[in-house]
């Protein structure tokens, strides 16, 4: 029997990084990996992350992010972490061979305003759009060359 490898994105309070870093990932992805997203506070997903993630041609609206404790009775093959390392610590997954930390401010925290809100968002989803897209381009290769270069990320 074969098994979708899981895929989990966690970010430190608000799941609106992790939400936008599991669109991106579904739609580059495919069908190869099953994603999941949690927060560590139960808050649900901001509507300027889905408007943002809209604008890159990039559907949300439907995910919701997984219950944190939950996830703990899964196996993931990859867990990321998102977190802004100058205000936050890292969220913890111990049970995973492949755990990533990528430094990505919370957007919720970013700009003045309406537009300096949005600025914000918009920002941090070109960010992980990036970091996202290299990520999938690394899990297409040898698995001692993904760990390395997933960890390269991170510093």
């Known amino acids: 029997m074969n098994k979708i490898p899981k895929v989990l994105f966690l970010s430190r309070g608000s799941a609106s990084r992790a939400e936008m870093a ?4 579904r739609s580059l992805a495919g069908s190869q990996f099953l994603p999941f997203s949690s927060g560590t506070e139960n808050e649900g997903v901001s509507p300027l992350a889905v408007e943002v993630m809209s604008e ?9 992010p997984s219950e944190t ?6 196996n993931f ?4 972490a998102l977190c802004d390392e100058s205000r936050e610590r890292y969220p913890l997954y111990p049970f995973t061979p492949n755990l990533l930390k990528w430094n990505v ?3 919720e925290a970013g700009g003045d305003g309406p537009e300096g809100r949005k600025q914000a ?3 941090v989803r070109d960010q992980i759009g990036g970091m996202v897209k290299d990520l999938v ?9 993904v760990f390395a270069k997933a960890h390269a990320h991170a510093a």
């Not at 093959?77 to 990321?80: A, E, F, S, T």
């Open 69 to 74: 404790g939950s996830l703990f009775q899964q």
């Open 56 to 64: 890159a041609g990039v559907e949300i609206s439907a995910q919701k």
């Open 77 to 80: 093959q990859y867990v990321v």
């Open 22 to 25: 599991e669109g991106f990932f």
């Open 105 to 107: 401010r919370d957007p």
């Open 121 to 123: 968002f918009l920002q």
């Open 137 to 145: 381009e690394m899990m297409h290769q040898p698995a001692a060359s």
